[in-house]
């Protein structure tokens, strides 16, 4: 960033931004004192202990598809992490540390929370926090690795504890950024607010509202400058259903909506926290302030806030404007998230000064991937759900090339236009291959019209996975449920229920059996998803932990692709 867009603070700035690192680390931004507000609702019963193992309730209850293998119940998360014990921050209900995934040396985030004597109550939010975790997929919302729920002994007793993984984002906080630069230009804010809205929009349009927006839950996923913003922590989310309130009283200070002080509010309260982190950004201090967490809550009560700061003097009508639609103190009269990313200022040249050209290989990929089988598409899938590495960045950044409207998701119209323009395509080939990108067998696409980042990346991954068996590696634990080795039919039936995409998991199976054994072997998996024999027999990730016999099940299979291609090379000639 530019010294001109950090620009230099007189006094009355300075002594704002510090009031508001005081404020943030004395009161209102302490965990402590936000339980005050967060809880201050609830005097409810809570009730006795619930005994149930959260991953086993959600694996029976939720509807089954793909994203269900990223619940690992079958191996233990000190077998597969080492853990550190470095701490990376604090969310709502825990703390994140940093752990290593032992085979393959990436880094990832590990959030540990309580499930031993929890009464109804708190059961119910953590189920509710897990459950939506694994549904969003977007490339502003922190990804979800694994789940995990292990028992730890401790003395006489032992108790039960949830690990999310999670990828891990290095850059820090949105917050600590801001305190270093002490504002930023109107470009880069625009920028930055134009991600916000984008996964927001995305979490509510899957009727999920956030109800925590904060500098602080905004992480940068590495220090780069043009770093992308990923939204964290959604111990306070909930799904709401449109004219319903909700009505827990949840927030922190400085951010919180008016009407969720009131008692009841719907998912807009989100839409009034994005404007005052827009107000913060622009200027480097609250728009409502206070000498303590009482006095802030007035302010934010009256929903009277100024732009007489001289800082505003060198910001655009246009983005003014925008902060004040946002921070419309009737919520009915708000802007939708959907609404604020058509606004002028967000849809100008400088908001998207950092979108990249659409690489046409990408699009050749999409094609290759229509065209490939089921279970190799739902192979690719499961891979591109929880592969975390360099090359999800790349591929993301042409997820928001092909993203037009920066709503978060690639629409049919998007996606035609640029196969059509890009590769001469028909239109009803497009469509086509749209169609095919349903990979998590949700069914969205068909009734929504719209690709998920997930869905995105999986149909251009193939390229980037070829030499990287340990993304392969970990596809195939996941869909090995029980840790045999290899991949039963009753593995895919767990994960995906009696069908996957209209095609039953028999024939699934049945797909990349080469052997004819009723089970995926790691070999076969590995030839599924390369178009090849597999990788060396030798390769660290293909270790007895993984098949029992690995030696003989390689040559087996080896002899039958070598039969199969012999076969079809005698017939190459024939009429």
Not at 95 to 118: D, E, M, Y
Not at 194 to 214: P, T
Not at 230 to 255: A, E
Not at 543 to 562: F, H, Q, W, Y
């Amino acid at each position: 960033m530019s010294r001109a867009a950090q620009g230099q603070l007189g006094p009355q700035m300075q002594s704002n931004l510090s009031r508001l690192v005081e404020v943030q680390k004395a009161a209102s931004f302490n965990r402590n004192s936000q339980m005050t507000l967060l809880w201050s609702s609830e005097k409810t019963f809570q009730g006795p202990a619930v005994t149930r193992p959260i991953l086993s309730e959600i694996q029976q209850e939720e509807s089954r598809d793909l994203r269900m293998a990223k619940i690992i119940t079958h191996s233990k998360i000190a077998d597969i992490y080492e853990f550190d014990g470095r701490i990376l921050g604090s969310g709502v209900s825990g703390s994140v540390r940093s752990i290593t995934n032992k085979s393959t040396g990436q880094h990832f985030a590990l959030k540990k929370l309580p499930t031993w004597n929890l009464n109804k109550k708190k059961y119910d939010q953590l189920y509710n926090e897990v459950t939506i975790f694994l549904r969003l997929d977007h490339p502003n919302i922190v990804r979800l690795h694994e789940v995990y729920e292990d028992r730890e002994s401790e003395t006489r007793r032992s108790k039960t504890f949830l690990y999310m993984v999670m990828e891990r984002c290095s850059g820090g906080e949105l917050f600590d950024r801001l305190k270093n630069v002490k504002r930023f230009s109107e470009a880069d804010a625009a920028g930055l607010v134009r991600q916000m809205f984008s996964a927001v929009n995305y979490c509510h349009e899957h009727n999920i509202c956030h109800r925590d927006l904060k500098l602080e839950n905004w992480m940068f996923l590495d220090k780069s400058l043009n770093s992308p913003l990923k939204l964290i922590d959604f111990g306070f989310s909930q799904r709401f259903t449109s004219g319903v309130p909700l009505t827990r009283v949840c927030g922190t200070c400085f951010y919180v909506a008016p009407e969720v002080l009131k008692g009841t509010h719907d998912q807009k309260c989100d839409i009034w926290s994005l404007g005052v982190i827009t107000y913060m950004l622009l200027s480097g201090m609250p728009p409502f302030s206070g000498s303590n967490e009482q006095a802030i809550l007035r302010s934010v009560r009256v929903g009277k806030y100024n732009f007489s700061a001289p800082v505003w003097k060198s910001v655009s009508p246009e983005a003014k404007q925008f902060v004040v639609r946002l921070l419309t103190k009737d919520p009915t009269r708000r802007p939708s998230c959907s609404e604020a990313l058509r606004d002028p200022w967000l849809q100008s040249a400088a908001a998207r000064k950092e979108m990249p050209p659409l690489d046409t290989s990408v699009l050749e990929n999409l094609h290759r991937f229509a065209a490939a089988g089921t279970m190799k598409r739902a192979a690719l899938g499961l891979i591109a759900m929880t592969m975390s590495m360099p090359q999800v960045r790349e591929l993301e950044e042409q997820f928001r090339a092909l993203d037009k409207d920066g709503n978060g998701v690639i629409t049919l119209e998007e996606l035609t236009t640029a196969l059509t323009e890009k590769l001469n395509m028909s239109k009803e080939e497009a469509q086509s291959v749209f169609r095919k990108l349903d990979v998590t067998g949700d069914h969205e696409i068909h009734y929504s019209g719209k690709v998920d980042a997930d869905e995105f990346l999986a149909a251009s991954l193939e390229l980037h996975i070829a030499d990287n068996e340990s993304l392969i590696l970990d596809a195939f634990r996941k869909m090995d449920r029980d840790g045999s080795g290899s991949i039963s039919l009753e593995n895919l039936r767990t994960i995906l229920g009696e069908d996957y995409m209209g095609t039953r998991i028999e024939e699934l199976l049945k797909e990349c059996d080469i052997n004819g054994d009723g089970q995926i072997q790691y070999e076969e998996f590995v030839a599924l998803v390369t178009d090849g024999p597999g990788f060396d027999s030798d390769s660290e990730a293909s270790n007895p932990r993984v098949r029992e016999d690995s030696l003989a099940k390689e040559i087996k299979t080896l002899e039958r692709l070598g039969t199969m291609m012999s076969s079809d090379s005698g017939d190459e000639g024939k009429d």
